[in-house]
């Protein structure tokens, strides 16, 4: 079933990056298969062994700002997070939807912003490689600000910076629980993405509309912007 919303009360619609524009197989396969495999490697020990050690980090840290952070983890694990990933960088992929989608949006006047956890590296190389800043008008990073979506001082803080309007904002990510802080905020439309990672199984979402494909959004898009 398609999510069905009134675009009319939309002015503003803020995107996550990693599963919801593009997909999360580059990360999937960069913190779960290239990170033990170089911690393997680094401490001569098995890679089932050295996945037990990463994901018990990973864990302790989810949720936070050091979960995203590059320089947490390269200090951690003792890698260089940084270049390991510029150097895996054209392996970044935008979802086949996701600009249909956004020049959907451009065309109908709405604001769009891309509120990313992804550290700024991960983003400069992501754009690097797919053009994702050509289709947003703005794009931020939470670690300009010192704090993940999942914690409500950056909601007020993106807030004062841009001043969207919670109550004519959407905004569209892959992960309930930020998914939750937004709500939690009052930003009135939220979204989810079953399908963030092509390969993986698709999610399901317990207290949001959710798609697979931003295109079918499209046609009550440009139907509402007609009407308005």
């Known amino acids: 079933m398609v999510p069905e919303f009134d675009w009319r009360?939309?002015?503003?619609?803020?995107?996550?990056?990693?599963?919801?524009?593009?997909?999360?197989?580059?990360?999937?396969?960069?913190?779960l298969q290239l990170v033990p495999q170089a911690l393997s490697e680094q401490?001569?020990?098995?890679?089932?062994?050295?996945?037990?050690?990463?994901?018990?980090?990973?864990?302790?840290?989810?949720?936070?700002?050091?979960?995203?952070?590059?320089?947490y983890w390269s200090q951690q694990l003792e890698l260089?997070?940084?270049?390991?990933?510029?150097?895996?960088?054209?392996?970044?992929?935008?979802?086949?939807?996701?600009?249909?989608?956004?020049?959907?949006?451009?065309?109908?006047g709405r604001r769009t912003i891309l509120l990313t956890n992804a550290h700024p590296h991960s983003l400069a190389v992501k754009i690097e490689h797919t053009g994702l800043d050509r289709h947003l008008d703005l794009l931020l990073s939470t670690h300009t600000f010192g704090y993940p979506k999942e914690d409500q001082r950056l909601w007020q803080?993106?807030?004062?910076?841009?001043?969207?309007?919670?109550?004519?904002?959407?905004?569209?990510?892959?992960?309930?629980?930020?998914?939750?802080?937004?709500?939690?905020f009052?930003?009135?439309?939220?979204?989810?993405?079953?399908?963030?990672?092509s390969s993986m199984m698709s999610k399901t979402f317990q207290r949001y509309p959710s798609m697979s494909d931003y295109r079918q959004l499209i046609p009550a898009l440009k139907r509402r912007n007609n009407e308005s």
């Open 157 to 184: 803080a993106v807030q004062q910076q841009t001043g969207f309007d919670p109550q004519r904002t959407m905004f569209v990510d892959d992960s309930e629980p930020i998914l939750d802080a937004a709500c939690t």
């Open 186 to 197: 009052g930003i009135r439309y939220c979204l989810g993405v079953q399908n963030p990672d």
């Open 43 to 71: 401490r001569a020990i098995p890679f089932a062994d050295a996945r037990k050690i990463i994901h018990a980090e990973y864990l302790a840290v989810q949720h936070t700002m050091n979960w995203y952070c590059f320089d």
């Open 9 to 31: 009360d939309i002015d503003t619609v803020l995107l996550d990056m990693d599963g919801t524009l593009l997909d999360l197989e580059f990360d999937s396969h960069f913190w």
């Open 80 to 108: 260089d997070i940084y270049r390991m990933t510029s150097e895996v960088g054209s392996r970044a992929r935008l979802r086949e939807d996701t600009e249909p989608f956004l020049q959907a949006l451009r065309l109908s």
